[in-house]
């Protein structure tokens, strides 16, 4: 429970000192809020264990936190190519006017 309470603190502080944008950081939110709920209320994970089969707990616990993580590096990767693709475009935009740019001037020439 102190970690979920020092995990929310931390990134409340980091969205005050605008180093992350709060669309970012809903996810993280929310998974905090969720192993609060868990924290409280450990009725809920054992009865997802025995729903999904596991046989223990904190194995529902562990793998929640690892699917979230595999859906949090998919997302970054999305947005990694996004822009990684609005980075070249831009670059040859910038490249296209330097050459028109260097065109002008030797005509001025």
């Known amino acids: 429970m102190m970690g979920c309470f020092f995990t ?17 950081i809903i996810i ?11 924290s409280i209320v450990p009725a809920i994970p054992f009865s997802l264990a025995n729903l ?10 562990f793998f929640l936190v690892i ?3 595999f859906i949090m590096t998919f997302l970054l990767t999305i ?11 831009l670059t040859h935009k910038i490249a ?3 050459s028109q740019v260097q065109k002008e001037m030797e005509d001025i020439q």
Not at 8 to 24: A, G, M, P, Q, T
Not at 29 to 38: E, Q
Not at 52 to 61: A, K, Q
């Open 52 to 61: 999904l089969g596991f046989e223990s707990t904190v194995n529902i616990i």
């Open 67 to 69: 699917f979230f993580l």
């Open 79 to 89: 947005r990694l190519s996004q822009t990684q693709e609005k980075l070249k475009e």
């Open 28 to 38: 993280w939110i929310i998974g905090v809020i969720i192993l609060f709920i868990f």
């Open 96 to 98: 296209i006017e330097n």
């Open 8 to 24: 929310y603190w931390y990134i409340l502080r980091k969205v005050k000192k605008s180093n992350v944008r709060i669309e970012d």
